[in-house]
């Protein structure tokens, strides 16, 4: 069974370009969240999405920042007119209901020149 | 808010050396608590579901306890491949809000 599937692994962006970052979960999940981590920090909630629907996106900065999730295919997550501050790690995770485990992907890591 | 504290930072253990590493939280609504281990440069990889005080989880040689305001996990007779960030979690509704996580080195 293939786990959550991310990609790119490495993302290397000029500041001012868009990151486009895609996250397939795992199979039967219709659950995906989005968390970041900073350097030296914990991982923090971004975005919960279920099938064409954002449930909640309270800790998604509200400006660059978007998250869709759509009938066919992966979720994306695009940070538009990228900053230096947005170097991240960023991990999705899907589960097949919002009570069980979330299980991660291996993440971006997004590098801004 | 959601306040999850886990301790020490890190620890350094010999090879069957056990330890404890502690998880202590505040939430409004748990509706569970999570143990995850990461290795460097890979994702959260899930451990233990814990949802009431008093419950116990164990695999292999790491068992996970529950109280009504901390989690313990026990690591017993630890080998080097057991060396990585362990993560506690708390459910609330639908988020996770994470520890910073104690790096476990284990050594030969």
């Known amino acids: 069974n293939a786990g959550v599937m991310q990609n790119p692994r490495h993302l290397v962006r000029r500041r001012g370009q868009e990151a486009r970052l895609r996250c397939s979960p795992m199979k039967g999940h219709s659950h995906v969240y989005w968390y970041r981590q900073l350097p030296e920090e914990g991982l923090k909630f971004m975005v919960y999405l279920q099938k064409e629907n954002i449930i909640d996106e309270s800790g998604m900065p509200k400006e660059r920042f978007s998250a869709e999730f759509p009938k066919e295919g992966p979720s994306i997550l695009r940070i538009q007119q990228v900053v230096r501050g947005d170097s991240a790690a960023y991990f999705c995770?899907?589960?097949?209901?919002?009570?069980?485990?979330?299980?991660f992907g291996d993440g971006t890591r997004l590098s801004i020149l | 808010e959601d306040q999850v504290t886990q301790s020490p930072e890190a620890l350094r253990l010999q090879e069957g050396e056990s330890s404890s590493l502690n998880c202590s939280y505040t939430?409004?609504?748990?509706?569970?608590l999570f143990w995850y281990r990461q290795d460097p440069g890979k994702g959260p990889e899930f451990l233990f579901t814990l949802y009431s005080a008093g419950e116990e989880k164990e695999k292999e040689r790491l068992k996970a306890t529950l109280t009504k305001k901390e989690s313990f996990l026990h690591i017993t007779a630890p080998k080097p491949e057991d060396s990585a960030t362990y993560l506690c979690?708390?459910?609330?509704?639908?988020?996770?809000?994470f520890g910073a996580g104690t790096t476990v080195t284990v050594r030969a």
């Open positions: 995770a899907s589960s097949p209901t919002r009570d069980q485990p979330q299980h």
């Open positions: 939430v409004s609504g748990l509706r569970g």
């Open positions: 979690a708390v459910l609330n509704d639908y988020k996770l809000s």
